[in-house]
């Protein structure tokens, strides 16, 4: 395994990362008009970019493996390309590495801030919906179950017919 196939797999992230998040600024936008269908789509599109991102991390995590596990260091779950560029030989490569590892990051850093802005708008739709809903809504009288009495028509106290027959 190389570090040039290590990166070829980072640079195919950083892309799918990119679309991912040009789908994000779509869905903003989206949102903001209220269009369900369109936002419908959106989501089943960013379903099928998050498979193949799942599917190339995968293969990430699989040559990093394969190069340190090569390079004499001892296999754990958890190796990253941070452990990579630091057992790379050529400084050229820890270059090449280390550059394309901080564009996925900051990659990373800017879709996960739209999502929350994505998170934020659905969030304060949906208490619009439900705030008009709630003014549409007829209001309903509280029923009391309590032991009180209710006056009728004539002046003794009567104990209501749901009370008594209980």
Known sequence: MSVETICSTLEKLERMHKSLLELALKKTEIIKIGDIEALDQMLKDEQAH??????????????VT???????????DKMTVADVIEAAKQPADKEVLSAVRQRLLQLIQA???????????????LQVVNLTLGAFRPQQESIN??????K????????????SQA
Not at 145 to 150: A, F, I, L, Q, R
Not at 152 to 162: L, M, Q, R, V, W
């Open 152 to 163: 009728g028509t004539n002046t003794i106290a009567k104990k209501s017919y749901f009370d």
């Open 66 to 76: 394969d190069y340190l596990v090569a390079n004499g260091f001892a296999a754990t």
């Open 111 to 125: 879709l996960k801030q739209q999502n929350d802005l994505n998170q934020k708008l659905v969030f304060q739709s």
């Open 50 to 63: 998050v498979a193949a991102i799942d599917k190339l991390e995968q293969q990430r995590q699989q040559q």
């Open 145 to 150: 179950y309590s032991d009180k009495e209710v």
